[in-house]
């Protein structure tokens, strides 16, 4: 099964010219490029590396064209998490190099983007019944989250570090200071905060300290929304203008945080994301918490999978966002699977808002508006809708800036379609045009989801089939009329969770045999800690200040599942980045608080192992998984030796020099990696009719334990389980068992079902794919 299917080459050709567009452009101009170095490869004369990467530079560079200093063509050197470093070079001179000894890949630059309180009792984490599980240890202490984002806002309440125990010897990071931020930031909470910007400034320019700081303090509030996530202590009466008030706390409130700022106002580079990779694993990192994404590459041209494979060399658990490019198929980011890829739901607590048309039909919203200024309850206002079509937007429905003329919005209330724009700036133009109120509506994109924003005039949020009646109404009747009411905080919302509209989603085409994303965590509407320099809609004209904000994206659900990864790992200090990520997986729940399998707000159908993975996480269950399915390193690159690289594509995962092919994965198939999950993937040669995979399970529960398994039915095949029983005498004890797939009838989509491991105290869950490729 090591040749790629005509799909997936094809997919796999579009990469590859993309990537060589990339490298050819703008020959004469200099660029960051990410250059891979052999470590081994350094002659023997060579004092150092630094010295031996200058020389490879020097020549490369012509004397005489040179403009400027070879100090300042390498921005950044790496030294732990993989070899090499990164230089400003035109594109004749990374050719050039990429010939070079010892150079194994040059890269061109990357931009990333950010992946943009009740979720902890939503969880579970504050129940009585979790008290003796989840009680605090002095363990809990000696955790350290890095988060690569915006930096942090030091004076939040969320990083108080009172009762925390002194910082562990064996930490070496650091606290580094500039605008607007001192070593005494830092503390028994903030244990590290350092900033990267050598890419970035490279690429756009120097920074405009007038809009942000040069350090790590964080102006945009991203970070420190995302840190607070992971690991803010409890702070009583937490709210965003009354709203969703009650304690907020992180999923590890006694861990600690190292705050690596590696994302602008121009967003975020592959060159100082994977500089602040390298330095964190080098400070004593536990777990690596990364709420952003850069689109899809294959393995050996994306930085930032190579560094989280030196990552996860070194014990550090990475967690990634899945991205926001739902309900889009073929979405996700961050695929490789030593990788945490988190996609996003939504919690049991909304904001409800509603619509009353003048025919006093009422529909339901959300909304986080609180201003001075609302809508009376009694009386209608008169509705506009300025777009041409109820069913589908065009540019006059957008509520674009400039877009929209005082003489016929003043005094109404607007409906405006979701996209292009920010949804809260929408409003800003509404208000900014004379108008009284909006109603934001979505369109097919967004579906049913609602995701509630802090409004600058009353505003609502309906889905799309409510949204397409109130336009329908609007432009209909000549004398349309409406008003607005909104309704604070509810909690107890059924069903949840819910797949959120915008979480991206599978299959991932890279390797149809790893599933993506690898489970759901809530993403929705999230309360947690804001920087003291952005209002809550993050818009300049805003001058509102907060010290907390509600938040949905992927980059909220990724930071649930480092601070949960965190709390096992406290539990479990032993354990490897794979077996904390095997005890998520097989613990995740695909059932709402209705007992009905789970449901994608995109369309309110069930979802798909596709779409929520393994399924949503639950902590209490993750702390105690029974069985764990680990990886070792020499296993994750034996995969990648069945994805086609070449030796020197290899040569970019082996920092270490002696790392090779074992081909330890039966069949040279990569559907034989220990993965929870289980994809069986027949090729489009139909007389393929079985397949049989192999798994191996360590038992991490009762020394003296029997597991009887089960598997839901398939249409297209059958699937036998041997052994039906694994008998366990011992901790830590390994049995393996195998999968045998027979094809019935060759499915044109694939099938999804689960297989289950059941003793008298555990379950442990993996869900089954079965993939028929189009015949050739």
Known sequence: MAGKNPLQKCFLLIILSINLMLLHAETGQKKTYVVHMDKSAMPSPYINHLQWYSSKIDSVTDPK?????????????????FHGLAARLSKEEAEKLEQEPGVVAVIPDTRYELHTTRSPRFLGLERQESERVWAERVTDHDVIVGVLDTGIWPESESFND???????????????????????????????ARVFY?????????????????????????????????????????????????????????????AYKVCWVGGC????????????????????????????????????????FGAMEMGVFVSCSAGNGGPDPISLTNVSPWITTVGASTMDRDFPATVKLGTTRVFKGVSLYKGRTGLSRTKQYPLVYLGRNASSPDPTSFCLDGALDGHNVAG???????????????????????????ILTNTATNGEELVADCHLLPAVAVGEKEGKVIKEYA?????????????????????????????????????????????????????????????????????????????????????HVSGVAALIRSRHPDWSPAAVKSALMTTAYVHDNMLKPLTDAAGAEPSSPYDHGAGHIDPLKAVDPGLVYDIGPQEYFD????QELSPSQLKVFTKHSNRSCKHSLAGNNPGNLNYPAI??????????????????????????????????PFRGATVTVQPKTLNFTTKHQKLSYTVTFRTKLRMKRPEFGGLLWKSATHKVRSPVIITWLPPL
């Open 412 to 438: 109404k209330i607007v409906i405006c379609d979701r996209g292009v724009t920010p949804r809260v700036q929408k409003g800003q133009v509404v208000k900014r045009a004379g108008g009284v109120g909006m």
């Open 198 to 258: 050598r890419g970035y400034e490279a690429a756009t320019g120097k920074i405009d300290q007038e809009l942000e700081y040069r350090s790590p303090r964080d102006k945009d509030g991203h970070g420190t929304h995302t840190a607070a996530t992971v690991a803010g202590s409890p702070v009583r009466g937490a709210n965003l203008l009354g709203f969703a008030y009650g304690t907020a706390r992180g999923m590890a409130p006694k861990a600690r945080v190292a």
């Open 269 to 308: 580079f592959s060159s100082d994301i994977l500089s602040a990779v390298d330095q964190a694993v080098a400070d004593g990192v536990h777990v690596l918490s990364i709420s952003l994404g850069g689109g899809i590459s294959t393995y050996s041209r994306d930085s930032l999978a190579i560094a989280t």
């Open 639 to 642: 995969f990648l030796c069945t």
């Open 679 to 712: 994809s069986a993937l027949f090729p489009e040669n139909t007389r393929v009719k079985a397949m049989t995979l192999r798994r191996t399970v360590t038992n991490v529960g009762p020394h003296v334990s029997s597991y009887k398994v089960s598997v839901s």
């Open 162 to 192: 009172t009762g925390m125990s002194p910082v562990p010897s064996t930490w070496r990071g650091a606290c580094e200071t500039g605008r607007g931020f001192l070593r005494s930031n830092c503390n028994r909470k903030i244990v590290g």
């Open 475 to 559: 432009m209909k009747s000549k004398r349309a009329t409406a008003t607005l009411e909104i309704l604070g905080t509810r909690v107890g919302i059924k069903p949840s969770p819910v797949v959120a509209a915008f979480s991206s989603r599978g299959p991932n085409f890279l390797s149809l045999e790893i599933l993506k994303p690898d489970l759901l965590a809530p993403g929705v509407n999230i309360l947690a800690a804001w920087s003291g320099d952005m209002a809550p809609s993050s818009l300049s004209s805003d001058k509102r200040r907060v010290k907390f904000n509600i938040l949905s994206g992927t980059s909220m659900s990724c930071p």
């Open 65 to 81: 064209s040179q403009e400027e200093e070879e100090g300042n063509r390498i921005l950044y050197t790496y030294q732990t998490a």
